[in-house]
């Protein structure tokens, strides 16, 4: 009986120290978990203040709204190359929904392998009942720029563009833990 209260009291303390260890090494886990969370959100955020400005004058451009005017079918077409180098060169940093809804945000507003040798062409129209891109662009229209436009059988509506930017804003807002604002 005294063999077994010595056993028992010695192993009190063993098992207080063996839990205390136990629960130092969880919580230096959970806080590097917790720090390298911190530093992915610091890593998109980064990133997200790049794509959205060039995201919205996208949205613009094919929307007939805001700034519209102000752009060339050329500096679109950059904006589409730097937003798909941006995010394809940092597909890690993302999950996979937002990349789906960049993916069909661009497909929207995009027609890709019209031909070879052919440049993606911007599903959208020259001329609406919202202006004439040639006469409203402030400074000298190229002619160059009638074949980055697709014929109007491809062309792409403004409420599936609207949904398209909607859900892609939706999406990189999540990536950050931030929900979209109301309509």
């Given at each position: ?16 120290a063996l ?11 959970f ?13 998109r ?37 730097d937003?798909?180098?941006?995010f ?24 890709h ?9 911007l ?6 009942d919202d ?53």
């Open positions: 009986m005294e063999i077994a209260k010595l056993v028992v009291a010695a192993l009190t303390p063993l098992s207080v839990i205390g260890v136990l629960l130092a090494r969880s919580s230096r886990r806080e590097h978990s917790r720090w390298l969370n911190q530093k992915l959100i610091e890593k955020i980064e990133l997200l203040s790049e794509a959205l400005p060039k995201l919205n004058d996208l949205y613009c451009y094919f929307s007939w709204v805001g700034t519209w005017a102000s752009f060339s079918p050329a500096e679109m077409l950059q904006h589409k190359r937003l798909d180098r941006l394809h060169a940092n597909r890690a940093f993302f999950t996979a929904p937002a990349l789906t809804a960049y993916n069909a945000f661009i497909g929207a507003l995009f027609e392998y019209s031909a070879p040798g052919i440049g993606a062409c599903r959208t129209e020259m001329v609406s202006g004439d891109r040639r006469s409203a662009y402030p400074k000298a229209w190229e002619e160059k720029w009638k074949a980055m436009f697709t014929d109007p059988s491809s062309h792409t509506s403004r409420s599936t563009i609207k949904k398209a930017y909607a859900e892609v804003v939706a999406k990189l807002g999540a990536e950050v833990s931030i929900e979209p604002a109301g309509p």
